[in-house]
C-alpha cells in the first residue's frame, strides 16, 4: 500500500491484521494490529529501488491494489479521483 503525504494514519484501517504498509510519501507513523511499516528509502537515483520493489510486486510479497484503470483521455477523471483522497487502491492510467 503506496499512502499520499498526510494520510497514514487514516490509511491504515483498509490494512488487514498483520499486513504491511509500504508508504512512499515520507509519513513517518507508528505501526498498529501487528502492521509492518517498511519505508523506501530516497535517494536521487532510485532506478535500483524501484526495481526491487516491482520485483516484491511480482513475487506477492508485497500486495498491490488497482482500484481502476482509465484510457489517457479519461486521465483528468484518475486525477480528479486521486484528489478527493478516497482511491482505495491504485489508479492506473493506460497509454495506446
Known amino acids: 500500500m503506496a499512502i499520499q503525504p498526510g494520510t497514514g494514519i487514516t490509511s491504515m484501517h483498509v ?22 511499516i517498511e519505508q523506501l528509502p530516497y535517494h536521487v537515483d532510485i532506478k535500483d529501488e524501484l526495481v526491487h520493489f516491482m520485483n516484491k510486486i511480482a513475487s506477492d510479497e508485497v500486495k498491490l491494489f488497482i482500484e481502476q484503470t482509465y484510457s489517457f483521455e479519461r486521465g483528468l477523471e484518475a486525477l480528479q479521483k486521486t484528489s478527493t483522497r478516497r482511491a482505495r487502491g491504485k489508479l492506473v492510467i493506460t497509454i495506446p
Open 15 to 36: 490494512v488487514k491484521d498483520g499486513g504491511k504498509v509500504i508508504p512512499i510519501s515520507g509519513d513517518q507513523f507508528m505501526p498498529q494490529r501487528n502492521i509492518t
